[in-house]
T-cell receptor, first 115, second 118 residues
Framework: EADIYQTPRYLVIGTGKKITLECSQT?????MYWYQQDPGMELHLIHY???????EKGDLSSESTVSRIRTEHFPLTLESARPSHTSQYLC??????????????FGPGTRLTVL | AQTVTQSQPEMSVQEAETVTLSCTYD???????LFWYKQPPSRQMILVIR??????QNATENRFSVNFQKAAKSFSLKISDSQLGDAAMYFC???????????????FGTGTRLAVRP
């Protein structure tokens, strides 16, 4: 399995709480991504980063924010969690290679439930 | 914008048999990459197979192969000699080759849940 880690794996939290989902990779990849995956549905890109101090919003609008202060670390924060944020969040990373060999490696995901 | 469609929400196959998962996509680009990812229950998503649009030859990885029909914009996955460990959610994904404009973003289909009967 790929060397990309997410904590916590499962989180149940009340409305209004601030939460941070952690993502770390030990592969030295420049590029990192956050996807949101609702049960039985496709993944939607919500944030990505091409390197330190670089972050961009993805295709799906999200109230979350991200930061990239270190290459290996790409945390996602929700300032005030709401039930609509209940979902699975997947982190991924890839090298800065052009072409077909540039594979995204995925973490195990964090399943978030907001009550 | 590109779209990826997987019209089979669920599929079932007998162990040791062959199954084909369908995927179609829509794009106006001439060069792109296509992927099949496997997501086992409660486990990490992993890449199964990849294909470059400019390559005529269909990709093969052991028991997994694709049928890539560029004109029809179809990219099906064939799993031969199905095993119990193949049971998972399978996602088809598209990535543009024009990274300046689109980066390395993947566009996913809605997935097909494959069950393998012993």
């Amino acid at each position: 399995e790929a060397d990309i880690y997410q904590t916590p794996r499962y989180l149940v939290i009340g409305t209004g709480k601030k939460i941070t989902l952690e993502c770390s990779q030990t592969m030295g990849h420049d590029k990192m991504y956050w996807y949101q995956q609702d049960p039985g549905m496709e993944l939607h890109l919500i944030h990505y980063s091409y390197g330190v101090n670089s972050t961009e919003k993805g295709d799906l609008s999200s109230e979350s924010t991200v930061s990239r202060i270190r290459t290996e670390h790409f945390p996602l924060t929700l300032e005030s969690a709401r039930p609509s944020h209940t979902s699975q969040y997947l982190c991924a990373s890839s090298e800065s290679l052009a072409g077909l060999r540039n594979e995204q490696f995925f973490g195990p995901g964090t399943r978030l439930t907001v009550l | 914008a590109q779209t990826v469609t997987q019209s089979q929400p669920e599929m079932s196959v007998q162990e040791a048999e062959t199954v084909t998962l369908s995927c179609t996509y829509d794009t106006s680009e001439s060069d792109y990459y296509l992927f099949w990812y496997k997501q086992p229950p409660s486990r990490q998503m992993i890449l199964v197979i990849r294909q470059e649009a400019y390559k005529q030859q269909n990709a093969t990885e052991n028991r997994f192969s694709v049928n890539f029909q560029k004109a029809a914009k179809s990219f099906s996955l064939k799993i031969s000699d199905s095993q119990l460990g193949d049971a998972a959610m399978y996602f088809c994904a598209y990535r543009s080759a024009f990274t300046v404009s689109s980066g390395d973003k993947l566009t996913f289909g809605t997935g097909t849940r494959l069950a393998v009967r012993p």
